[in-house]
């Protein structure tokens, strides 16, 4: 009988363990309110916390959550969107097109906010039925679907939200699968499944909790030693050895975003006093010194696709007339000699992050070949990134998360005068081209906006875009239900431990 | 005894605002705009603007620091940009872990430095005292982060005794704080424990050549009796100085230990804040930090006070 009762509290242990998803984050993540977090990482816990209007799916498709249906109008100036009828916030409040109209607003004018930019078009937020909400906008912009799906897509509990004031991320209350318990900052998050939520047969678990572990080794040493079931950015390095380990699964997806090398091309008076910055025929032999493929594979151990565009060549936005160029060291060095500087010499601003250092590095000895004189300055990231506000750089290694909609890699960067527009690019027909694209609702159209905005951005460059990291999960094998959305974030409906 | 403390009580407050004042000029000294460290990616010019003025960036440097100072006096060290939390709660739920990893780590220095200390001086020039050395050199050129990610490697991904990482509180699961803290407690006592072996190997050297040592073995004492109670009593003095001296050194020590095992300690917190510019939290932690430096200088001081006679007649 004592066997029994051993036995039994040995199954119903194991049961509750197994109930639990531990997943390990690479960061802490920063305040968990929608309209003012500002992190990658804050995001994958959103993913489990707080539902959205949108999602997307593996292929970068836009699929209704809370919405249900949506439609533009005719001047594509007002999006209508239908909502899920029964949907509930973790406090029991109603999700209903009051309550959505309350969160754009908050977005839009919470101070603080860090939503306001992606929602400048939208002009004024009508209810128009209890599931019926319509968007106006100050002119057409079809990435505002795109931009439905991340954190501006995302509702809070309007009451919660009221009560709590600015110390609302302290404990949100989103209507996702699962709702806040506690947050020990630098040690866990943990959620607990909502049984109100309105897709519930897709969560088969009752607890989530998120661990930031910031040192790769580590959070894979907990992986193996089964404290965790998930992390993610697995380090490149540890691929192989991993592989050969049947206990645990990897899952590869290539990132929205990319890596490159920021050029100050006007930003400062600098741009000037620098070939790099004044002659774009010194940027195109400096891009022709350089091979992608050998940089990804001795900087990122091989875990990246190369491209040369601010989308992926994987992308169907990819402009495939101007395909990734091949190292051409000779071309490289005649361009230099017609610019009238054979041996140009600058200074390559690089984060002190290892990945960033080990781009430079190869970068530097790759365009050596050509005659370029690269030096490196590392520079620890929140300094770089003030150093480039400032203009006060000539060429900067720099990384962006990346965005759904392609306009989000691309807007913001080589617009003028655009408050990412590290390089000082500025053209009146590629602002009005950018402007146009933001308005083509029909996809062939917006395409061949596109093709004409690569024609002047990749032929300028002031961004040498070079790769798109891989994003690296490794996970128990068995884990089942894992979708690889190219947003890198960690979806916990239809997760499932077998 | 009361002069005493008085005197070394009055010094502390111009020491403290001296503090104060350095570790608010050496945060202004730190590149890069706050603000925009603070304004995440996509650094909307609203938000900028928006932190500056709610964090007083836009005021000149004194009002600044009379912003701070008078916060401070309050009890009010401010509140975390990153995670939006009152920076004297962040220390109050850090403070004790690492406060508790500090000394299970001084503990483990002590029982590991002062006992190999002892029998090495005691068995000079037989193997166990060059074991000990050997053991001291390795302890002191270790590095910390090799030796962390060894132990992990070792103890959880192969053998499972202990979790790789993480903290658990003592009033949730005593057994289980223990098993997460003995690994980095062990790796960040390791160093001390040489430098402790060393230092009482000397000390204990020296006591154990002096005249009333030897008066004392000539009285017919038993040995260890000599060892434990004559000498290494005074051979302590100068180790009880190392040691509370040291034990703000292991506070600091904490940084790399708590990344390693990924331990929501003060360390962790620190240097979380410094990158991303999280001003109060830094200040407040190191304000803090430097109150319990010199707070254990003066519980050496008292120490010093109680165990040597000759200070209570100066």
Not at chain 1, 214 to 222: F, G, K, P, Q, S
Not at chain 1, 287 to 312: C, F, H, P, T, Y
Not at chain 1, 426 to 435: G, W
């Amino acid at each position: 009988m004592r066997w029994f009762g051993l036995f039994l509290a040995f199954a119903v242990s194991s049961v509750a363990a197994q109930s639990t998803l531990r997943i390990g984050l690479a960061e802490d993540p920063d305040i968990l309110d929608p309209t003012m977090a500002r992190t990658f990482v804050g995001r994958i816990v959103f993913a489990g916390l707080c539902d959205k209007l949108f999602d997307l799916d593996e292929k970068l498709n836009i699929v209704p959550q809370l919405a249900t249906s949506y439609k533009w109008s005719a001047d594509n100036k007002a999006l209508e969107i239908k909502l899920r009828n029964g949907v509930t916030f973790h406090d029991g409040e109603k999700l209903d097109a009051a309550a959505v109209k309350y969160n754009l607003e908050r977005h839009k004018n919470m101070k603080g906010s860090n939503r306001r930019g992606e929602l400048a078009p939208v002009a004024s937020v009508d209810v128009v039925d209890p599931l019926t909400v319509r968007l106006n906008l100050s002119a057409p912009f079809v990435p505002l679907l795109a931009v439905l799906t991340d954190r501006a897509g995302m509702m809070v509990s309007p009451k919660a939200a009221e009560a709590a004031g600015e110390k609302f991320g302290a404990a949100p209350v989103c209507s996702g699968p699962f709702r806040f318990v506690e947050r020990v900052a630098q040690d866990r998050i943990v959620l607990q499944r909502y049984p109100g939520y309105w897709n519930k047969g897709a969560i088969h678990f009752d607890r989530v909790v998120y661990t930031p572990i910031v040192d790769a080794t580590v959070r894979l040493a907990n992986l193996r030693s089964g404290q965790l079931d998930f992390i993610e950015r697995l380090a490149g390095s540890d691929v192989a050895g991993l592989k050969s380990d049947s206990r645990f699964k990897i899952a590869r997806i290539v990132e929205i975003g990319y890596q490159g090398i920021t050029i100050n091309v006007g930003k400062s008076d600098e741009a000037q006093q620098n070939p790099l910055g004044k002659d774009a025929r010194v940027r195109e032999a400096f891009e022709l010194s350089l091979d992608r493929n050998a940089i990804v594979k001795v900087a990122m151990d091989g875990e990246a696709q190369v491209g040369n565009q601010w989308v992926s060549p994987a992308s169907s936005w990819y402009v495939k007339s101007l395909p990734v160029p091949k190292r051409n060291v000779e071309r490289a060095k005649q361009l230099l000699k017609e610019a009238g500087v054979p041996n140009p010499s600058f200074t390559l601003m690089t984060p002190t992050t290892s990945d960033a250092q080990r781009i430079a590095q190869v970068v530097q000895a790759m365009a050596k070949d050509a005659g370029f004189d690269v030096k490196i300055q590392s520079t620890e990231f929140a300094t770089s990134l003030n150093l480039a506000d400032k203009g006060q750089y000539q060429a900067y290694v720099l990384a962006w998360s990346g965005r759904a909609d392609p306009d989000g890699n691309l807007q913001s960067f080589h617009f003028c005068k655009a408050p990412l527009n590290y390089a000082g690019y500025c053209k009146p027909e590629v602002d009005d081209l950018i402007n146009r694209s933001r308005a083509a609702a029909d996809k062939a159209q917006r395409q061949k906006l596109f093709d004409q905005i690569a024609a002047d951005v990749v032929r300028d460059r002031p961004v040498i875009y070079l790769f798109h990291r891989h994003w690296l999960w490794a996970h128990n094998a068995k884990l089942s239900g894992l979708r690889t959305v190219p947003d890198g974030l960690v979806r916990v409906q239809g997760l499932k431990m077998n | 005894m009361g002069r005493f403390l008085l005197r070394r009580l009055a010094q502390i407050v111009p020491t403290l605002f001296f503090v104060s004042v350095l570790i608010f000029g050496l945060q202004q000294l730190l590149p890069g705009d706050p603000a925009i460290a603070m304004a995440g990616e996509e650094r909307d010019p609203e938000t900028i603007r928006y932190l500056r003025e709610k964090f007083h960036l836009d005021e000149p440097l004194p009002a600044r620091y009379w912003h701070w100072l008078s916060g401070v006096v309050r009890g009010d060290l401010g509140e975390s940009v990153r995670i939006q939390k009152p920076v004297t709660d962040l220390i109050l739920e850090k403070l004790p872990v690492t406060l508790q990893l500090a000394t299970m780590a001084m503990l483990i220095a002590l029982l590991i430095g002062v006992t190999a200390g002892v029998i090495s001086a005691v068995k000079k020039d037989t193997w166990l005292d060059y074991a000990a050395n050997v053991f001291a050199l390795w302890g002191l050129s270790t590095p910390n982060f090799w030796l962390g990610i060894l132990l992990i490697l070792l103890f959880a991904v192969n053998l499972g005794w202990l979790p790789a990482s993480g903290y658990v509180s003592p009033f949730e699961d005593l057994k289980g704080n223990l098993a997460a803290m003995i690994m980095p407690a062990f790796v960040l006592g390791n160093a001390f424990a040489s430098v402790l072996m060393r230092h009482t190997r000397s000390a204990m050297l020296q006591v154990l050549s002096s005249d009333y040592v030897r008066t004392a073995r000539a009285k017919g004492l038993n040995e260890r009796v000599v060892i434990l109670k004559h000498a290494l009593r005074n051979a302590l003095v100068p180790v009880i100085t190392l040691g509370a001296l040291s034990f703000g050194e292991l506070l600091g020590g904490t940084v790399l230990t708590e990344t390693i095992f990924s331990i929501p300690g003060f360390g962790k917190l620190i240097v979380d804040a410094v990158f991303n510019r999280d001003y109060s939290v830094v200040q407040g932690v190191v304000l803090l930090t430097a109150t319990v430096y010199i707070a254990l200088n003066l519980l050496a001081d008292i120490a010093y006070f109680l165990v040597n006679p000759r200070m209570r007649v100066e």
